[in-house]
């Protein structure tokens, strides 16, 4: 139905910035909400943030004012763009979309996942 395929994650100084991708392929009309959620070994999985079908964007507190969520809907990718990226940002981000006829408010349920993009922020 969806495939989502991350990149632009690496190794950056605390301070720096990286835009993360999300190129959606498939059956993109079906898509509604995407969403980055990321996970650090030892750390439960958290949400950052999701954007819907008419652009209303939601932010995990740890990321708001730093993290911005947007979609290139013509070329279907979903971006991430982090600044002023600390330490404690270092994860597996993935990627997430969910279908109109997939009902869900919660990321973690979405039905499309990418297979993650690691980002390092080093102190």
């Known amino acids: 139905q969806v495939q989502l395929v991350e990149s632009g994650g690496g190794s950056v100084q605390a301070g720096g910035s990286l835009r993360l991708s999300c190129a959606a392929s498939?059956?993109?009309?079906?898509?509604?909400?995407m969403g980055w959620s990321r996970q650090a070994p030892g750390k439960e999985r958290e949400g950052v943030a999701t954007?819907?079908?008419?652009?209303?964007?939601n932010y995990a507190d740890s990321v708001k004012g730093r993290f911005t969520i947007s979609k290139d809907n013509a070329k279907n990718v979903l971006y991430l763009q982090m600044n002023s990226l600390k330490p404690e940002d270092t994860a597996m981000y993935y990627c997430?979309?969910?279908?109109?006829?997939?009902?869900?408010?919660?990321?973690?349920?979405?039905?499309?996942w990418g297979q993650g993009t690691q980002v390092t922020v080093s102190s």
């Open positions: 997430a979309a969910n279908p109109w006829y997939y009902e869900t408010s919660e990321i973690f349920n979405y039905k499309y």
């Open positions: 498939g059956y993109t009309i079906s898509i509604n909400c």
């Open positions: 954007i819907d079908n008419v652009g209303s964007t």
